[in-house]
């Protein structure tokens, strides 16, 4: 079995982590998130903007804690776009928590279904995958690939009536 898991907003709590930033680092305010993330994935290519080892681990929601720890090896985080500052995230955010740390495919500008339809066949059956963002559960879910699809909705919006919702990982059987 393996667990493909969205990073922002699914295992990582992108709202606050804006909002940390803008107090504590850098501010960018009046901006979009995409130019955001533009930005400061700038910044930490540059080396103005970085995070210390384990800086970032209180984001990380403690139910996805949890469950990398219920799932040992048979988790990995899919991210999309920036690729400097997720690289930065992921690494202070699970520095120590998890050993092993959990493999991370970075899917650069490429969107996840077709991601995975390239790499899937190295994973173990049967895939499953958690993702915020419907375009990419319904891109996913169109395949064809046979995985298993669940959305996540950290936001309390409801969600949509394709996959199954969760509002936390404590909410899988």
Same mark, same amino acid.
């Given at each position: 079995m393996t667990w493909f898991l969205d990073f922002d907003r699914t295992i990582f709590d992108t709202d606050r982590f804006i *909002? =940390? &930033?803008h107090t504590n680092h850098f501010r960018s305010h009046g901006l979009g998130e995409g130019a955001i993330g533009k930005i400061w994935n700038e910044q930490v290519e540059s080396g103005k903007l970085k995070f210390f080892p384990g800086e970032l681990t209180s984001f990380l929601y403690q139910d996805a804690l949890k469950f990398f720890k219920r799932y040992p090896g048979k988790c990995v985080i899919m991210t999309y776009d920036n690729l400097a500052l997720q690289k930065a995230k992921i690494k202070s955010s699970f520095f120590e &928590?998890?050993?092993p740390e959990p493999e991370v495919l970075y899917t650069l500008q490429q *969107?996840?279904?077709h991601f995975l339809e390239n790499i899937l066949k190295r994973f173990t059956m049967p895939y499953r995958f958690v993702d915020d963002s419907v375009d990419e559960?319904? #891109?996913v879910g169109e395949s064809g690939m046979g995985v298993e699809i669940y959305e996540m909705r950290r936001d309390g919006k409801v969600g949509g009536i394709d =996959? !199954?919702?969760?509002k936390s990982f404590d909410? #899988? !059987?």
């Amino acid at each position: 079995m393996t667990w493909f898991l969205d990073f922002d907003r699914t295992i990582f709590d992108t709202d606050r982590f804006i *909002r =940390y &930033v803008h107090t504590n680092h850098f501010r960018s305010h009046g901006l979009g998130e995409g130019a955001i993330g533009k930005i400061w994935n700038e910044q930490v290519e540059s080396g103005k903007l970085k995070f210390f080892p384990g800086e970032l681990t209180s984001f990380l929601y403690q139910d996805a804690l949890k469950f990398f720890k219920r799932y040992p090896g048979k988790c990995v985080i899919m991210t999309y776009d920036n690729l400097a500052l997720q690289k930065a995230k992921i690494k202070s955010s699970f520095f120590e &928590v998890i050993m092993p740390e959990p493999e991370v495919l970075y899917t650069l500008q490429q *969107r996840k279904g077709h991601f995975l339809e390239n790499i899937l066949k190295r994973f173990t059956m049967p895939y499953r995958f958690v993702d915020d963002s419907v375009d990419e559960l319904s #891109l996913v879910g169109e395949s064809g690939m046979g995985v298993e699809i669940y959305e996540m909705r950290r936001d309390g919006k409801v969600g949509g009536i394709d =996959y !199954p919702t969760l509002k936390s990982f404590d909410d #899988l !059987p």
